[in-house]
C-alpha cells in the first residue's frame, strides 16, 4: 500500500473556521498541493448550525450569520481551486521520516493512506457531557449537550423538548436557551455551578434577560428522573467555597429536556494517539509561535488548540498556522520546538498561555493569547522575561468568558528561558459584573469551569 | 399452539432459544423491553466467572463451573466478544491471607483448573497498577470477560435464523395453567398501548408495571421457560405454591475512557471484607475500564438510577484496588439490576412445584451469566426429550461475528470501502462505527430499532463524546431504515422519543398560505 501512497504538500484536518482559513493561506503563501479533509458532509464546520448573527465583525467588517461566513471562507478557497474532500476523516497519524502519514476514510475516495510534507491540525472542540460532570440519576431520553440541540433545531427542524432546563451558561447554551424560547419552548431557567457565567455578558442579556429565562448562579444539578423520557432534574445550590453541592438544598423541577452547556474540550484525540504533546492547562498541543506543535510540521489551530471566544480569531489563528506550515516547506529544517527555547508560562490570574513556547528567533509581533481566571477591573497585564517585566498592558476590564490577546515584539523576548503573563488587580465581585462587551455573539467559545 | 414460550430476552432466554432451534419445535420469545438485554443482562460487571465463589454442591457452582467451559467455544461459534483475560483476588493485608486460601480450596472442590496463590513479583509483574498494598492475590486464569448484550444477542440472532420467533414490546401479563396440561399467557403489546397513553400519565419503565397493562392478546404453549429475571418471582407465584421473592439490588459503575483501556489486564476483585463484597476493577472487551458494583437493594424492579453517594462508595472501595484513578477520564455511570432471591439464595431451575412443563430460571443473579449456556444445554435436551422432539439437520450454529471497522486490517478496510461507500462513511468518530455497520444493525435478523440498541449494537455514541455528534446521524438513519421521522426515533422504551416534534410544533403562529400571498 506505501507504494502507492498519495502525497502531497499540506494536509489540513478540519474544514471549520480554522482549516479553510489555514488552507487559503497556505496557497496564498505558495504552496498549491493542498487538501482539506473535513468529516463532515459541507464546509464550515460549527459554524453551519450557528444562524444567528453577529460574526465575522473584525474579519470582514460586517455582521454575518454563521453559515454566511463559512460561505465566504469556503469561497475562498474555491476561488483558488483548493482541494476540499467532504465527509473525510483522518483517523490515524503517525509521523514519518519524510512526514506525515494519515490514514484517510471517506465515501467518495474509500480508504486511503497519505503521506503529508505538513499537517495543519484544525479539528476544534467538543461539547463536556453529563458522563463527565458524573451527573448521578436514571438514563432517559432529553438530555443533549446545547450544540446537538442546536444541531437539531437549526439543521435537522426538530424541537428537543417542550419544558427545558439547562445547566452551564456557555455562549452555545446561551443562544440555543433564545433559539428554544423563541421557538415556544419554555425555558425554565438556565444554573451555573459557578459564581462566574462562562457567557459572554452581552449574549446574557440578549438571550436570558430579553427572553425572561433565569440565570442561577452556584447552582447545579445533582439528580435525573425518568426512564424513558426526562421527567425532572434535581437542582441544588453550590457552596461557593468548596464548588461542591449542598446537601439537603435540592429541589426538584419538572422537565422535559434537560442541556448541558458545561464547556467544550478540544479534540485532540487523532494528536494524542500520533504522539503531538499536550498542554493540560489548554488541553490543545503544546506550540511555539508558528503553531508547531512537539512533531516537526504538524500545525495547530483554533479550537482544537484553545477555546476561542471569537470566530474572527480563530480564522486569525489559521491564518498564520496556514502561513508557518508553508514556510516550513520552503526550510524543513526548521527546529521543532527544543528544550532550549523559551518557556510562555501562565502567571497570577491567567489560566493558560498559547503559545507555550518560543523559537531561538521570534520574529515580528507575537500575539499571546490566553484566559484569565476570574473578573478582573482596572487590570494590568504584566508580561515578564526570566522574572523581568517587558512589557503591561491596561484593561479597563477581563472576564473568563473572553480570550485575551497581548501582542509584543518577538525581540523583547528572544533568548529569554522563560516569559510568564499574569494579571495584577482586583478581584471583582463577580455576580454583579457587566463587561462591557462591544464584542459580537460568537459561537466558537464556551469555556465552564468544573 | 407454540411448543415452547420463552418470557424473556436475557442471557437465560436468549441461550434457551438458541439451543431449542436446534430441535424440530416451535419457539417463540416474548419480551416486554424494545431490544434483547433489556434488563439485568444489559449492565452487570460483564464477567465470566471461573466457579471458585459458589459454595459447593450448590447449583450456582454447578452451572458456573459448567457455563465457564462454553464460553470459548460459543464465542467462537456465535461470534460475540470474550476474551479470557484472568482474573484475581487480591489480598491488601496478611490478615487476609487466609480468606485466599480458602477460596482456593472452594475452587478446587467446585473443579476449577489452574487456580494458584501469587505473590511479588509475579503479582505487580502482571498489575503494575495494582496498588503497592497488595500482598498477595488468588490468580485464576480461566476468568474472562465477555459483553453481556453482544452475547445475549449473538444467542438471540442464532437463534431468530434457525426459525425461533420474537416479540418485543409485549408483557406477560399473567400465565394459567389450562385443562390439557399446556400453558396460556395474556400478552400486552406496550408500543400499541403507549401510542394509546395520554400525556398526562408519567413517562418512563415504571408505566409498564404501574398502569396495570391491559392484555391484548394470548398465546398458548405446551411448555413454558420463565427467564424473566426481575419479574420471574411474579410470574412464578402464579402458577405454583412454592412462592419466589425477587429482590432487586441495584449495583452502580463508571466506564472510564478508552485511553486508561490498558491499565489492568485482568479483572481484579478484592477478598471480601465485613464491610462488604468489595468492588471490581475490568477491563471490558470495548477497552474501556469498569469498575464497580456497589450493591443497594431497591424497592421496585426498574429503579435504575445512579446516586451520587453510590459512585462515591464505589469510588472509594475500587482506590484499595487503584489508588489514583482517573476519575477526570469517567465517561459515563449506570447501575444494573441483580435478579436475587435473599430468603434461597440459589438459583431457581427445574420445572417449579406443582407446574409441570413451566420451567424456572429465576434468582439468577450472579453467576447467571456464565452460567445460562450451561442450563440452556440441559434445558434443550430435556424439553426436547419431553416434546419428543428430533434435532433439525439444516439447524446452523454458527452466526457470522459483526463486522467492527475498528478492528479491521487497512487492507479489509480498503477492500470494504472500495465497494460499498458506507464503509468509507464514518458516523460515530469516537468509536469509529461507519454507517454500513449501522444499516447492518438495522438490518439484522432482530433489526434494532432505536438509537440505545444501534449503540449497544456497534459502539456509536459509547465513546467520549456520548452521543454529542453522531446521534443526529443515527437518528435520520433510524428513520430513514424504519419510515418514521426522525424526531420520532426513540432512545429505547415506548415513550422514550428523542424529540416532541417538528419545529414550530410549538408555537401557535396563524397558517399563511403562500398561494395566497404570491396571488396578491
Redesign the interface.
Known amino acids: 500500500m506505501s507504494k502507492h501512497m498519495k502525497q502531497i504538500d499540506i494536509a489540513v484536518i478540519g474544514g471549520g473556521a480554522a482549516g479553510l482559513a489555514a488552507a487559503t493561506a497556505t496557497y496564498d503563501s505558495g504552496v498549491s498541493n493542498v487538501v482539506v479533509f473535513d468529516r463532515e458532509e459541507a464546509p464550515g464546520g460549527i459554524l453551519k448550525q450557528c444562524i444567528h448573527n453577529g460574526f465575522g465583525l473584525h474579519r470582514f467588517k460586517e455582521e454575518l450569520t454563521g453559515p454566511e461566513y463559512a460561505a465566504r471562507e469556503f469561497a475562498a478557497l474555491t476561488q483558488r481551486g483548493i482541494a476540499y474532500v467532504p465527509e473525510a476523516t483522518v483517523f490515524q497519524m503517525e509521523s514519518v521520516s519524510e512526514g506525515t502519514r494519515l490514514s484517510v476514510l471517506s465515501p467518495i475516495n474509500g480508504f486511503e493512506q497519505v503521506l503529508a510534507h505538513a499537517v495543519v491540525l484544525a479539528m476544534g472542540s467538543r461539547e463536556r457531557t453529563r458522563g463527565a460532570l458524573r451527573i448521578p440519576g436514571t438514563r432517559p431520553a432529553g438530555i443533549y449537550t446545547a450544540g446537538a440541540a442546536q444541531h437539531l433545531i437549526n439543521l435537522q427542524g426538530i424541537m428537543p423538548g417542550k419544558e427545558v432546563v439547562m445547566l452551564g451558561s456557555g455562549d452555545i447554551g446561551l443562544i440555543v436557551a433564545r433559539r428554544l424560547a423563541y421557538e415556544g419552548a419554555h425555558v425554565k431557567a438556565v444554573f451555573n455551578r459557578s459564581h462566574i457565567s462562562s457567557g459572554l455578558r452581552r449574549n446574557i442579556v440578549q438571550c436570558l434577560d430579553d427572553y425572561g429565562i433565569p440565570l442561577k448562579l452556584l447552582h447545579t444539578v445533582t439528580s435525573i428522573y425518568g426512564s424513558r423520557r426526562l421527567e425532572a432534574v434535581g437542582v441544588s445550590e453550590v457552596d461557593k467555597a468548596t464548588k461542591r453541592a449542598i446537601p439537603g438544598t435540592e429541589q426538584i423541577i419538572p422537565c422535559d429536556t434537560l442541556l448541558l452547556a458545561v464547556g467544550l474540550i478540544p479534540e485532540n484525540d487523532l494528536a494524542r494517539q500520533a504522539g503531538v504533546t499536550l498542554d493540560p492547562k489548554s488541553h490543545g498541543a503544546l506550540v511555539d509561535e508558528r503553531y508547531q506543535t512537539s512533531l516537526p510540521g504538524v500545525f495547530s489551530c483554533g479550537n482544537v488548540l484553545h477555546i476561542h471566544d471569537l470566530v474572527d480569531f480563530v480564522s486569525e489563528e489559521g491564518e498564520a498556522a496556514g502561513r508557518a506550515a508553508a514556510a516550513y516547506l520552503g526550510a524543513p529544517s526548521s527546529d521543532a520546538p527544543a528544550a532550549d527555547t523559551t518557556e510562555v508560562l501562565p502567571g497570577a490570574g491567567v489560566s493558560y498561555v498559547v503559545p507555550q513556547r518560543l523559537s531561538a528567533q521570534p520574529n515580528g509581533k507575537i500575539p499571546l493569547r490566553f484566559r484569565v481566571r476570574d473578573v478582573y477591573r482596572d487590570l494590568t497585564i504584566c508580561v515578564s522575561a526570566d522574572g523581568r517585566e517587558v512589557k503591561r498592558f491596561r484593561r479597563a476590564v477581563a472576564v473568563p468568558a473572553e480570550m485575551q490577546t497581548v501582542r509584543l515584539d518577538g525581540a523583547l523576548l528572544a533568548g529569554a528561558r522563560t516569559v510568564e503573563v499574569s494579571v495584577n488587580a482586583q478581584h471583582e465581585p463577580a455576580v454583579q459584573h457587566d463587561a462591557p462587551s462591544k464584542q459580537p455573539a460568537s459561537c466558537a467559545k464556551d469555556q465552564e469551569v468544573r | 399452539m407454540l411448543d415452547v414460550c420463552i418470557i424473556g430476552a436475557g442471557i437465560a432466554g436468549c441461550a434457551c432459544a438458541r439451543e431449542l432451534a436446534a430441535y424440530d419445535l416451535d419457539v417463540m420469545v416474548v419480551e416486554a423491553g424494545y431490544d434483547v438485554s433489556c434488563g439485568t443482562t444489559r449492565a452487570n460487571s460483564g464477567i465470566v466467572h471461573a466457579g471458585y465463589d459458589p459454595q459447593p454442591d450448590t447449583l450456582k457452582a454447578r452451572y458456573n463451573v459448567l457455563g465457564s467451559r462454553l464460553y470459548p467455544q460459543l464465542a467462537q461459534e456465535l461470534g460475540f466478544s470474550y476474551s479470557q483475560c484472568g482474573s484475581m483476588v487480591v489480598a491488601f493485608s496478611d490478615e487476609e491471607r487466609p480468606a485466599l486460601e480458602q477460596l482456593l480450596k472452594r475452587g478446587n472442590a467446585n473443579g476449577v483448573e489452574g487456580l494458584r496463590i501469587i505473590e511479588d513479583p509475579e503479582l505487580h509483574q502482571r498489575e503494575p497498577n495494582l496498588s503497592p498494598a497488595a500482598v498477595a492475590a488468588l490468580w485464576v486464569p480461566t476468568g474472562g470477560i465477555v459483553n453481556p448484550y453482544g452475547a445475549c444477542l449473538a444467542f438471540a440472532e442464532n437463534a431468530a435464523t434457525n426459525g425461533v420467533a420474537f416479540r418485543f414490546n409485549t408483557y406477560v401479563e399473567s400465565v394459567r395453567p389450562l385443562e390439557d396440561g399446556t400453558w396460556e399467557l395474556s400478552l400486552c403489546d406496550l408500543l400499541a398501548q403507549d401510542a394509546n397513553a395520554s400525556s398526562k400519565q408519567?413517562?418512563?419503565?415504571?408505566?409498564i408495571v404501574g398502569q396495570q397493562p391491559t392484555p391484548t392478546d394470548t398465546v398458548q404453549a405446551r411448555i413454558v421457560i420463565n427467564a424473566a429475571g426481575l419479574e420471574s418471582g411474579r410470574l412464578n407465584n402464579q402458577v405454583s405454591p412454592h412462592r419466589i421473592k425477587i429482590t432487586p439490588r441495584a449495583g452502580e459503575y463508571?466506564?472510564l475512557d478508552k485511553?486508561w483501556g490498558g491499565a489492568f489486564t485482568s479483572t481484579i476483585f478484592q477478598v471480601p471484607t465485613k464491610a462488604g463484597k468489595g468492588v471490581l476493577v475490568t477491563p471490558t472487551t470495548g477497552s474501556n475500564v469498569l469498575i464497580g458494583p456497589d450493591a443497594i437493594a431497591r424497592d421496585t424492579a426498574?429503579e435504575?438510577?445512579?446516586?451520587?453517594e453510590?459512585?462515591a462508595g464505589v469510588l472509594e472501595h475500587a482506590r484499595r484496588t487503584w489508588e489514583h484513578i482517573p476519575?477526570?477520564d469517567?465517561?459515563?455511570?449506570?447501575a444494573g439490576l441483580r435478579s436475587s432471591c435473599l430468603e434461597e439464595p440459589d438459583f431457581h431451575l427445574g420445572e417449579a412445584l406443582d407446574a409441570p412443563g413451566f420451567y424456572n430460571i429465576a434468582g439468577f443473579d450472579s453467576p447467571g451469566l456464565t452460567s445460562a449456556p450451561a442450563v440452556a444445554q440441559e434445558y434443550a435436551a430435556r424439553i426436547a426429550d419431553q416434546l419428543h422432539a428430533q434435532k433439525r439437520p439444516d439447524f446452523n450454529p454458527h452466526r457470522p461475528a459483526p463486522l467492527f471497522?475498528s478492528q479491521l486490517t487497512?487492507?479489509e478496510?480498503?477492500r470494504?470501502?472500495?465497494k460499498d461507500?458506507?464503509?468509507?462513511?464514518?458516523i460515530c468518530?469516537?468509536e469509529?462505527v461507519?454507517e454500513a455497520q449501522i444499516l447492518a444493525a438495522l438490518r439484522s435478523p432482530l433489526p434494532a430499532t432505536t438509537t440505545d440498541a444501534v449503540k449497544w449494537r456497534t459502539r456509536a455514541g459509547m465513546g467520549?463524546?456520548?452521543?454529542?455528534?453522531c446521534?443526529?446521524l443515527v437518528a435520520?438513519l433510524i428513520a430513514r431504515e424504519t419510515g418514521c421521522e426522525?424526531?420520532q426515533v426513540?432512545?429505547?422504551?415506548?415513550?422514550?422519543?428523542?424529540?416532541?416534534?417538528?419545529?414550530?410544533?410549538?408555537?401557535?403562529l396563524p397558517e399563511v398560505s403562500m398561494g395566497e400571498e404570491a396571488a396578491r
Open positions: 408519567p413517562a418512563g419503565a415504571d408505566r463508571l466506564l485511553a426498574r435504575l438510577q445512579t446516586t451520587g453510590g459512585l476519575v477526570q469517567a465517561i459515563t455511570n449506570f471497522f487497512d487492507e478496510r480498503a470494504l470501502a472500495e461507500p458506507a464503509w468509507g462513511r464514518l468518530r469516537c469509529l461507519t467520549r463524546c456520548q452521543a454529542g455528534f446521534l443526529p435520520e426522525p424526531w426513540r432512545k429505547g422504551w415506548p415513550g422514550s422519543e428523542l424529540a416532541v416534534g417538528l419545529r414550530g410544533c410549538l408555537t401557535d
